[in-house]
């Protein structure tokens, strides 16, 4: 992926394992090439709450909600570079949201990507109930765990 660099990069900085950076980013932005990935630098599909209207794009989305997949617009954050976006994603993981700061504390304290795609789950990151399966199946099919340090 042409963002490893800028992964390996971020996680020397943050800690965030990079194998778990590059399986979001492929599996969230379909490799780059979704819409949301190629157009406004967003690769993990990070929502926001802005009104700045230069800072989001709605865009419709599919979320899993009470049993079911039902599609809804939302505000998604808009980035300048690709470096930005992973800089937003660590720092979603380092800091938590605004009602929690611990609330990525699994992914942060996972000693390896199969913890850390679980913790992702558990933390609330994703409403999908298969995201940890399909997170640890990106990094083993193409081996991200390389990149780990």
């Known amino acids: 992926m042409k963002i490893s660099s800028a992964v390996q990069t971020d996680q020397a900085n ?17 490799w780059g ?8 630098n967003n690769y ?3 929502k926001t709450s802005t009104d700045d209207e230069d800072k989001f794009v709605l865009l419709p ?7 079911k997949w039902v ?13 930005e976006s992973i800089e937003a994603h660590s720092k979603l ?7 929690n700061k611990d609330q990525y504390v699994d992914v942060i304290n996972a000693k390896n990507y ?18 940890a399966e399909k997170i640890i199946s990106v990094i083993e099919k193409y081996h991200f765990n390389i990149y780990d340090k």
């Open 61 to 67: 989305t599919k979320e899993y909600l009470d049993g």
């Open 114 to 131: 199969k913890d850390a795609a679980i913790g992702l789950v558990k933390d609330g990151y994703a409403t999908d109930p298969q995201y």
């Open 44 to 46: 993990f599909g990070v």
């Open 71 to 83: 599609t809804i617009k939302d505000k998604f954050a808009v980035y300048k570079t690709p470096l």
């Open 93 to 99: 993981f380092l800091e938590g949201t605004t009602w």
């Open 14 to 30: 943050t800690k965030v394992l990079a194998s778990l950076t590059l399986a979001q980013a492929a599996l969230e932005s379909d």
């Open 33 to 40: 090439r979704s819409q949301l990935a190629a157009k406004w």
